[in-house]
Structures are given as C-alpha cells and as structure tokens.
C-alpha cells in the first residue's frame, strides 16, 4: 500500500489513463510517475483495451513489452492520440522542464507528435518559476566540453550527468548537461538559445506542450490542470 510521495505519483499516473480510448495510439512516458499509467495500461489492455502505443525510452519499451501492451513504430504512424508523461517541474502556465531521466528528447518527440499531451506529477512538481531542478540539456559527445562552455556563457552552472562515476549515456548515445539557472523566468526565449548551440540535441523545457496536467497529492487526491492559453 503506497503512502506519501509515492501514493502521490500513482494517484496522478491512473488518472491520467483516463483519457485513454479504445482504437487510440499513445505515447508512454518515462519515470516514477509514467510508470504507474503504464502499469494501468498494461491492466486495461488485459482486461481487453484496443490500443497501440509507442515509448519514449528503452525503459518503458521494455515495460510495455513485458505487460504485453502493444507497440507500434514511426513507420506505421504519422500521429499520436494521446502522450502520458511525467515532468520534473511544473509552472502556473503549465510548462515543464523534463529529462531527471534523461529520456527529454524522445520524449519531446512523441510530445510534438501528440494530440494531447497529459503531464502526471505528484504535488512536489509545483513551482512559481521554472529552473530550481536543473534543467538538462542532451548534446552530443563529439565536443561537449565546447558545447558546455556555450551552454555555460548563458548563465548556468554546468555539470556532465554521470552515473556509476562515468558519463551518464542516453538511449540516443548522448551526453546529459544539467544546467543549474535558478530562475528560468522567460523559458520559450531560453529553449530558442540553448537549441542554437551547436551540439545540443534538445534541451528539457516544454514550452506549450501541456494540454492537461494531473496533480496528485500525498493524501491521495487528484487535482486537473488546464493552461490559461
Ligand atoms: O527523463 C525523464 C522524464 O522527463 C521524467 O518524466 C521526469 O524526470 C519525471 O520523472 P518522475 O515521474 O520519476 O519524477
């Protein structure tokens, strides 16, 4: 029986399966919170649901896999209903900042390719500003360290993920620069710089890619949130 942060995160991944329907193709996200829609899924599909779906890592890949969720390629479709993903900060105009897993960049691929996106978050999620969470930035190997130095003459501290004391990989072959701004207080003008550095593959803001964000709250309780736009 889950409790607190973790109750949280499973309250809002469930719910946010509700706008799932029959005949639909859905984008799976990555992390704590996309891994309990993906849960849910996996149990409507069992119990008959008629959906296909695509991933946005090799991790929730290898989920669907395993819950028999039926999966589909870029070559079989040219949209996606609906895409379910978490986030690691959300603002009061519902952007995001995305990618604690590494997983921003097929993520916002499926994200752009959605009808709708539909953000769950637990309510620790929550900001004013955007830019506490250190917003990661892939960018390919060959240069990183120039490209961090780019990255750097924006304003941010730069530090290469890395994980088990080596550079941290992605599903993509890339690198992983999180970059510690604080305060992102005009994101859509940072998300234009940082994508004209040559290197950077994509960095982890989604300016206007929210269509509904799901708050789930440590006392098991869900909150819908819609953007002003
Ligand atoms: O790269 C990872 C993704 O953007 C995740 O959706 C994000 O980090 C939130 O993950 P979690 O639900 O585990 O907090």
Request: aromatic share 6%; charged share 20%.
């Amino acid at each position: 029986m889950e409790t607190g942060i973790a109750l949280a995160k499973k309250v809002a991944g469930q719910k946010a399966v509700e706008y799932i329907k029959a005949g639909m193709t859905v984008g799976l996200g990555t992390g704590s919170t996309a891994w309990w829609a993906i849960q849910e899924i996996g149990a409507r599909v069992k119990a008959g649901l008629d959906i296909n779906a695509i991933a946005t890592s090799d991790q929730s890949y290898e989920l669907a896999v395993a819950l028999q969720i039926p999966l589909i390629t870029f070559e079989e479709i040219t949209q996606i209903d609906v895409d379910i993903d978490g986030a690691d900060e959300v603002d009061r105009q519902l952007q995001l900042i995305k990618g604690g897993g590494g997983a921003l960049l097929r993520e916002k691929i499926i994200a752009a390719a959605s009808q709708q996106m539909i953000v769950a978050v637990d309510e620790h999620k929550l900001v004013d500003t955007l830019g506490k969470f250190p917003l990661p930035v892939e960018v390919v190997v060959f240069g990183w360290e120039m490209t961090a130095r780019k990255l750097a003459a924006l304003g941010t501290q730069t530090v290469l993920r890395e994980k088990n004391g080596q550079p941290f990989i992605t599903d993509n072959g890339n690198y992983i620069i999180d970059c510690a701004f604080n305060a992102i207080t005009d994101p859509a003008t940072l998300h234009t710089r940082l994508n004209a550095i040559p290197g950077v593959a994509e960095n982890g803001l989604f300016v206007n890619y929210a269509h509904t964000v799901i708050v789930g709250y440590e006392n098991g309780t869900v909150n819908t949130l819609y953007p002003a736009r």
